[in-house]
Nanobody, 125 residues
Framework: QVLLVESGGGLVQAGGSLRLSCAASGGTFRRYTMGWFRQAPGKEREFVAALNWSGGRTHYADSVKGRFTISRDNAKNTVYLQMNTLKPEDTAVYYC??????????????????WGQGTQVTVSS
């Protein structure tokens, strides 16, 4: 069982930046592909970014490409999401997730095995 705890959310003005962190415990962190998803009110949970066990392969949603950067520190069992040039449409609850299958990077929530509780990101215009 892997426990994931997100932090770093908050309120920021459009154009600003936030850095989300997700600390993992209870499993072998380096074995997992890690992803970030988000869910806005009334909308389905959507893929944001993911990276493989080493961080050498990453994948981003088109809506965040060039603005967000996902990274991980396997020594600290932590994955990060650096979010720059934030827009009001980035407002959502952000979740980190762990996928035990490390061969491919999945972009659908159903493929991920463990989830954090989420952290709220609000971008004001």
């Amino acid at each position: 069982q892997v426990l994931l705890v997100e932090s770093g959310g908050g309120l920021v003005q459009a154009g600003g930046s936030l850095r989300l962190s997700c600390a993992a415990s209870g499993g072998t962190f380096r074995r997992y592909t890690m992803g970030w998803f988000r869910q806005a009110p009334g909308k389905e949970r959507e893929f944001v970014a993911a990276l493989n066990w080493s961080g050498g392969r990453t994948h981003y949603a088109d809506s965040v490409k060039g603005r967000f950067t996902i990274s991980r520190d396997n020594a600290k069992n932590t994955v990060y999401l650096q979010m720059n040039t934030l827009k009001p449409e980035d407002t959502a609850v952000y979740y980190c997730a762990a996928d035990g299958l490390t061969i491919v990077i999945h972009t659908t929530p159903e493929e991920y095995d463990y989830w954090g509780q989420g952290t709220q990101v609000t971008v004001s215009s």
